[in-house]
């Protein structure tokens, strides 16, 4: 049991860290326009605010909107309790989480195949990104489909769907308001605390993507605080050292993404019934990383080879 939990807290702290690359790179290039002073203060009241907070409490919530029946008082009480009762009322809300889950993540992982862009590791990749106009077709077409298979199932699944699909758009949004906001903060005179304050909001938004992806996981919430609050140190600490480091792997991003797209991919069937053993989904993580690092250090090998034949 000991161990199943060991690999189940890595896989949400791998998983965290990867989901939240784009968070990291954002908050250091507006972090190197404030004072060391101001920095820490992100750093430390920053990090309670994120793993306390944040992905302390969100949890508890994503539970008990999938819960109506309970009190948020009944929620925590389950978290931390064996009563069999509330574990079997929970145990039944379980396919509406994963629905919601599924959907969310499978749209970012679309929404990235389709519009951002990157670092071609697959021809695919690059075809796909040039048809990016077809991503609201596919994205249309697919919650077209899982509504009608979930209406067939359970009326309610079909609203666990769109659920999961409205947060996708407005994460989104926020995401790529982000996106422009970056510049404009590293240039701009706006505050110190006003900085700290904006990334803080920001971070809210793309913990989402860590909190709703450890579902697929495990429903345990005591777990997801501990594998996530460690992920989000880590981040925390990748933010102030890591910037060149994370540069430097290329293909960290895609890795982050395919993991998104297997993790939603599994939440989907999850949620129409087909059950899956608990290490599946740390070891997607695992694997999905670890091929993507190699691909990313062997580019930088390429890289140092060329440069030592062009000197030659």
Request: aromatic share 16%; charged share 15%; hydrophobic share 55%.
């Amino acid at each position: 049991m000991l161990f199943n939990f060991l690999i189940v807290i890595l896989g949400l702290c791998l998983f965290e860290v990867i989901s939240s690359v784009d968070n990291a790179v954002v908050n250091a290039h507006v972090l190197k326009t404030i004072s060391p002073k101001y920095r820490k203060i992100f750093i430390t009241w920053g990090l309670i605010f994120a793993v306390f907070v944040v992905r302390g409490i969100l949890p508890f919530i994503i539970v008990w909107l999938a819960n109506p029946g309970l009190s948020v008082g009944e929620v925590f009480t389950a978290a931390f309790s064996n009563k069999q009762d509330i574990a079997n009322y929970l145990n039944q809300s379980k396919p509406f989480l994963l629905l919601g889950g599924g959907m969310y993540l499978l749209l970012v992982f679309l929404g990235w195949l389709f519009l951002e862009e990157k670092k071609y590791v697959f021809l695919a990749e690059h075809f796909i990104h040039r048809q990016g106009m077809w991503f609201y077709a596919v994205s249309s077409l697919l919650f077209t489909l899982i509504i009608y298979f979930s209406i067939k199932a359970n009326p309610m699944l079909a609203l666990a769907a769109s659920i999961g699909t409205t947060l996708f758009f407005i994460t989104d949004g926020f995401k790529k308001n982000a996106e422009d906001k970056e510049k404009q903060l590293a240039s701009s005179h706006m505050s110190a605390w006003s900085k700290i304050i904006y990334l803080e909001v920001l971070d809210m938004s793309f913990s989402i993507d860590g909190v709703i992806g450890a579902f697929a996981f495990t429903l345990s919430i005591p777990l997801i605080i501990i594998g996530n609050g460690i992920g989000a140190f880590v981040v925390r600490e990748f933010t102030i050292r890591g910037l060149n480091l994370i540069n430097k792997f290329a293909y960290l991003k895609n890795g982050a993404m395919y993991s998104i797209g297997m993790l939603g991919a599994i939440m989907l069937l999850e949620s129409f019934g087909r059950e899956f053993p608990f290490w599946l989904a740390p070891l997607n993580t695992f694997l999905l990383l670890g091929i993507f690092l190699f691909l990313s250090y062997r580019e930088i090998q390429d890289a140092k080879n060329k440069k030592m034949s062009v000197k030659i």
